[in-house]
T-cell receptor
Framework: DVKVTQSSRYLVKRTGEKVFLECVQDMDHENMFWYRQDPGLGLRLIYFSYDVKMKEKGDIPEGYSVSREKKERFSLILESASTNQTSMYLC???????????????FGPGTRLTVT | QKEVEQNSGPLSVPEGAIASLNCTYSDRGSQSFFWYRQYSGKSPELIMSIYSNGDKEDGRFTAQLNKASQYVSLLIRDSQPSDSATYLCAAGDPYYGQNFVFGPGTRLSVLP
């Protein structure tokens, strides 16, 4: 079974703090993703990575950065947290192997971040 | 703008009935389609994937794909209260194959 884990289920930070969210997958997947999910706005892609040290901006990258130094680990960094970054953050991973276009994404349990 | 649309619901069905969830997508080049179930406060869980026109069955779930109409559906037979959740439809992005475009989700309520 695919296992995607995230460093925290709940996190409370103050405005201006630097925040690190970590995601680890144990299936040797090439692709990893960070989303945020907000009521009424659905799932929105922040960044994704298709290989170590490679990253691409998603739909809402502003205010965020990412790091992928090892294949199994993908970190999301909020350089200076703001209240509008209060959200559920979801990490996902997928494989590029197998049937072309399959790319099934598997999600971690999520981190509910509150910025006060 | 690539879009996936779903009726937000709530869709209410009695226990034991068939629940029918629908999804349309805008990019005709999309090749892969997925249904996720998300319980309140939890993360999405993949329940079905479909790549070819027609039906794909897995237990009580049947996914249907019609590429000509750009339409995907999920049927849940013998609905149970434990099926009450939000169901997300996703289409694979033909340009960045590993990326998905997610719909807003349909909330399903199965009444005992």
């Amino acid at each position: 079974d695919v296992k995607v884990t995230q460093s925290s289920r709940y996190l409370v930070k103050r405005t201006g703090e630097k925040v690190f969210l970590e995601c680890v997958q144990d299936m040797d997947h090439e692709n990893m993703f960070w989303y945020r999910q907000d009521p009424g706005l659905g799932l929105r892609l922040i960044y994704f990575s298709y290989d170590v040290k490679m990253k691409e901006k998603g739909d809402i990258p502003e205010g965020y950065s990412v790091s992928r130094e090892k294949k199994e680990r993908f970190s999301l960094i909020l350089e200076s947290a703001s209240t509008n970054q209060t959200s559920m953050y979801l990490c996902a991973s997928s494989s590029s192997e197998g049937r072309k276009g399959s790319y099934e994404q598997y999600f971690g349990p999520g981190t509910r971040l509150t910025v006060t | 703008q690539k879009e996936v649309e779903q009726n937000s619901g709530p869709l209410s069905v009695p226990e034991g009935a068939i629940a029918s969830l629908n999804c349309t997508y805008s990019d005709r080049g999309s090749q892969s389609f997925f249904w996720y179930r998300q319980y309140s406060g939890k993360s999405p869980e993949l329940i079905m994937s479909i790549y070819s026109n027609g039906d794909k069955e897995d237990g009580r779930f049947t996914a249907q794909l019609n590429k000509a109409s750009q339409y995907v559906s999920l049927l849940i037979r013998d609905s149970q209260p434990s099926d009450s959740a939000t169901y997300l439809c996703a289409a694979g992005d033909p340009y960045y194959g590993q990326n998905f475009v997610f719909g807003p989700g349909t909330r399903l309520s199965v009444l005992p």
